[in-house]
């Protein structure tokens, strides 16, 4: 059974950082794109980050480019959300997703992903 896991969530300073993880377990992972998501309360989702199946093509959205990593370690099934700079805008619970895809694309729209985790809660205050 395919299995999303976020971890690494948890209340920082505004101008801290922290990183998020998200292990995956049943099924190829390295044929999947993986997005991040976040919600924040009384707000739509919004897709923050993703990246192809290879590692090769990344998106950010224009809230966190410049402060935000994406990353993924094929070998160990697990992708990284490093998140420097942080803003109180930035609280919300943190997703991570995925759908079988390119190599050399990935794409935000929430619609396109089949598989999510259960998210964990990201707080930026003072």
């Known amino acids: 059974q395919s299995q999303l896991v976020e971890s690494g969530g948890g209340l920082v300073q505004p101008g801290g950082s922290l990183r998020l993880s998200c292990a995956a377990s049943?099924?190829?992972?390295?044929?999947?794109?993986i997005g991040w998501f976040r919600q924040a309360p009384g707000k739509e989702r919004e897709g923050v980050s993703c990246i192809a199946s290879s590692g090769g093509s990344t998106k950010y959205s224009d809230s966190v480019k410049g402060r935000f990593t994406i990353s993924r370690d094929n070998a160990k099934n697990t992708v990284y959300l490093q998140m420097n700079s942080l803003k109180p805008e930035d609280t919300g619970v943190y997703y991570c997703?995925?759908?079988?895809?390119?190599?050399?694309?990935?794409?935000?729209?929430?619609?396109?992903?089949?598989?999510w985790g259960q998210g964990t809660q990201v707080t930026v205050s003072s």
């Open positions: 049943g099924f190829t992972f390295n044929y999947y794109t």
């Open positions: 997703a995925t759908y079988w895809g390119s190599e050399t694309f990935c794409s935000t729209r929430s619609d396109w992903y089949t598989n």
